[in-house]
């Protein structure tokens, strides 16, 4: 190819807006991005009857990993969220639709709902300064409630953690292995459990559940 033709090849190129779709990686205002949508591609929502069934119900939360010196992310989190940064291990700390939980000394999770992570996240850096780290992580997890009297039972089933109310009280939280993947479980009340999970998982983990609970009963509910 000679330099003339090299120039004029450069030259026709588009420039600008003219770039080809595909350069364009943002999306464009109004759209949805696909950490809102489920990622329940194959999940069986039908219903088994039994004695005692559980819940199931999926959540699209907003998920910010939190990162820092805890006194500092702690001042931030209260003047910014209204919130106290659970400083203890494996403990949680809750407002409305607000939860954060501690995963190692200088680490915690907060969820939220998805329309107000944006908000919270520029509140959060300005609280907080150079000192704090956030990621924005809600691309890459989902949210499982299973609640019903016999869910311990069916948590017994999915993992080697004593979930006995004297070992796993309401509000501690927890990283472990359940049925093969892993999960960082709360217990929200004595009877409902929060499983924060890989998007990836997401049909694994339903199947999985919806099978070991087939003879208590199972039944999915949409998030109000």
Partial sequence: MTLKEHASMSNSEPAGDELPAEYHQMPEAGHRSDRAA??????????????SPITVTERI??????????ETLSAAVVKSLGLALPIAPLTSSVRAALCIRWLGP?????????????????????A?????????????QTVLVV?????????????SYDVGLQNFPVGKVVTTTFAQAQVVMRRMNEVTFELILRRSFADYLWAWLRDAASEFGFASQDEA
């Fill in 38 to 51: 489920s990622p329940l591609v194959r999940g069986d929502r039908r219903a088994i009857s039994g004695p």
């Fill in 61 to 70: 939360n907003g998920h910010l990993i939190l990162r820092g010196p805890p």
């Fill in 106 to 126: 200088d680490e915690w999770l907060l969820t939220l709902p998805l329309d107000d992570l944006a908000q919270a996240e520029a509140d959060l850096r300005d």
């Fill in 128 to 140: 907080g300064g150079a000192e704090i780290a956030l990621v924005d992580v809600s691309g890459g």
């Fill in 147 to 159: 609640q019903g009297d016999s869910a311990i039972q069916v948590l017994m089933k999915s993992t």
